[in-house]
Structure formats: C-alpha cells, structure tokens
C-alpha cells in the first residue's frame, strides 16, 4: 500500500504558532508578576506590625489577639493579614481599605450616640473568626490579595471624614482588631481633629492592644455572638471568654458600649441561655446597656437555615426586659416598635426610627423631656 504523504506546515503558520506561543507565555509572566506584586509588596513599602515577639529562627508569635499565632517565616497568622518576613510581623492592610462608605450611625448599630449623624465607615479584607453567618464574609474571610483595595492613609482618612460631615469614623464590616494598627493610627489623628471614633467588633481582641486603643475610641458595639463556647466553637472557631473580657474592659475604660447578639435559629436560640446572658450583662456592664437582638437571613454557610422567627426575638426581647435590662432593641425587622427608644420610667417614645431614620427625638441635654431622666449615652 503506497505511503500517504503529509506536507510540512507552511512557513508563516510557524511563525503565527510561535507568535501566538510567546503571546501566552508573556501573558502568563505578567499575570504572576502582578499577583507576585499584590501579594508580596517590599517590606518598605510594609508597615510593620505591633504586638508581636520575636522567636528562634525567625519565627515570630503575634499577640494581637487570644490567638497568640506562632508564625514561621513567610506564613501569615489565623486572620490571613499579618505576615512574617524574615522574622519581622508585617501588617498587610495598613492603609489599604477595601471598603469605605457614609453609613447612618444606626447601622453600626449604635443607637445611645448621636442619633441621625453619619459614620465614615471603613474596613481592610480578613478576620480572626470564621463565623458561619457572616454577611460580609466576601471580605471577612479574603486576603487582601483577592480584593480591590486603595491607598488611603489616615491624615486622608480624617480629611475625607471631615468634608463629608461625619462627626464619626467607624471600623467596622470586617474585623477592625485586624487591620488594628490602621485603625490605631487613625483614631489617635481624628482624637485630636474633634472626630469621634468608634468601631463594631467580634471583640476578639487581647487586654493590652485594647487598653491602648481605649484611649482613643468612644463608642464601640461588640458582637456577642451566643453564651456558650460550644456555640462559638461550632459557628466562629472563637473564645467566649476573650469577648467577655473585652467588654468589661471596654466598660472599666470608660467606652460607651452596645451589644449585638444575632439569634440563629436552632443554634442560639435556647431561651435559657438569652437569658443567661442577660443576666451577665447586667451585673458586669450594668442595667443600662443597650442590647440588640438581631434577625438572621441564610448566608454564607448558613443558607440552608430559615430566617429568625419574628416571634423568636419578640421572645428574646421579653426575656431581657425581665432580666432587668432597660434598652432592649431588634433589628432587621422593618416597622418594629423595639427598633425605638422608650423612657424606662415614664415609658414615652423619646427616640423614634423607622429603619435607619430618626422619625423624633424627645431627649434634652440627654435626659428624657418628658419626665427628666437621665438617659445614657453620647448625645453630643
């Protein structure tokens, strides 16, 4: 059988396979050469971190938070932001904002300060926790490789809180503990230019970062996210304890403090231990603690969950009340009359909301006008 001949490719379909090999190959190098950029800036370029020790051979143990992360050169910790270089702690976020946004300071939730002003709210990628229920895990729980990010140093910060009118800087969305020495040198800047500073927290944070940062912050609403350590063992990979003690600290400092506490149905729920921890509130952060029970919606990992019976945190709200707490508030659930702040004595509406809208507000040189109480906060 006579053999089949095969021609040779002409000589510019070479050369176009060859062009079109180098293309990809040149690609494919600046592609890592900008992830390597992203991922790997000098250390020059690096702030390094506080609250760190230096051990043998350039490992390093992070103190930030209970953590206590013992970091091998070039790995990072637990929050996936602070990374060991040759034995020194580099924070990865400094400056580095993946998100800054004017936000009513209701939605932090703060609702004992200044009601109806604006927050300057901003957040670097990572966290220290891994909770479940996350809603803004798409940064929480990302390096800061795998977001847009910009540069934006804290004299800007305040600058650009102060044109836009915001009395307040807010740390918030993800874990401000994180990006801690951003937020330190921040506050210390808006502290002297008449901002207020405050931050929403996990509170996942040890005693001596805390104490310094105390100096600086006003206001702070910690996520107390159930009362027992199964529960943030399972949901948050945290220690309840560590929180605990971060809100008495914030109490002992002088720090005006609001608790969150999302219900997730099935997990937390258990009406023995809302009351537990209504119990503790009020003998270590006293009566007048403003506790905020929150409605959760299926997220991140929690999406095969239903969303938080309305008549679940009408219950929780009760049980709070009994307990002896006096501003008991839920959240997430439009038109509820718990979203408004009612006297403790005389029992009239002296803060009204409609979401995140100030309806009324019926305090005076922060006492109740109507039967002149006291009433705790920051109102000016």
């Given amino acids: 059988m006579p053999k089949q001949c095969v021609s040779a490719p002409p000589l510019i379909e070479i050369i176009m396979r060859k062009l079109i090999l180098g293309i990809l190959v040149l690609f494919i190098l600046l592609g890592l050469a900008l992830y390597s950029s992203l991922h790997s800036a000098s250390n020059q370029d690096l702030k390094e971190a506080m609250y760190y020790q230096k051990l043998k051979d350039f490992v390093v143990q992070c103190h930030l938070c209970p953590r206590n992360c013992v970091i091998p050169d070039k790995k990072r910790g637990f929050c996936g932001v602070r990374e060991n270089r040759g034995g020194v702690l580099y924070t990865l976020v400094y400056a580095r904002p993946c998100a800054v946004h004017i936000d009513p300071i209701e939605k932090k939730p703060l609702f004992h300060v200044l009601p109806g002003n604006t927050a300057y709210s901003v957040a670097t990628a990572g966290c220290n926790l891994r909770c479940k229920f996350c809603q803004n895990w798409d940064i929480s729980q990302a390096l800061p490789e795998e977001v847009e990010s910009f ?18 800087i807010a740390y918030t969305y993800s874990e401000p503990t994180i990006f801690y020495e ?199």
Avoid at 154 to 160: A, C, F, I, K, N
Avoid at 326 to 341: D, H, R
Wanted: net charge neutral; glycine share 8%; charged share 25%.
């Fill in 151 to 168: 540069n934006l140093s804290p004299q800007e910060l305040v600058e650009r809180a102060k044109k836009a009118g915001s009395r307040v």
């Fill in 182 to 380: 951003y937020m330190l040198d921040t506050a210390k800047i808006a502290k002297k230019e008449g901002l207020m500073n405050v931050m929403h927290s996990a509170g996942h944070i040890n005693e001596p970062p805390l104490r310094e940062l105390c100096k600086y912050l006003d206001a702070a609403n910690i996520d107390l996210k159930g009362f027992s350590q199964d529960f943030y063992s399972q949901m948050s990979l945290g220690n309840l304890d560590s929180v605990l003690q971060t809100l008495k600290i914030l109490k002992q400092e002088g720090v005006w403090v609001e608790i969150t506490n999302l219900i997730v149905p099935g997990f937390n729920d258990d009406p023995e231990m809302i009351k537990n921890m209504c119990v503790w509130i009020k003998d270590n952060l006293g009566s007048d603690t403003p506790l905020h029970f929150s409605r959760f919606f299926p997220m991140y990992k929690l999406t095969n969950i239903s969303p938080t019976p309305v008549e679940t945190l009408e219950r929780a709200e009760k049980i709070a009340k009994d307990a002896g707490l006096n501003y008991v508030y839920i959240g997430n659930i439009p038109g509820s009359l718990a979203e408004s702040t009612f006297c403790p004595v005389c029992r009239k509406l002296i803060i009204g909301r409609s979401g995140y809208t100030i309806t009324e507000n019926n305090i005076e040189n922060g006492k109740c006008k109507f039967c002149g109480t006291k009433i705790p906060g920051i109102w000016k």
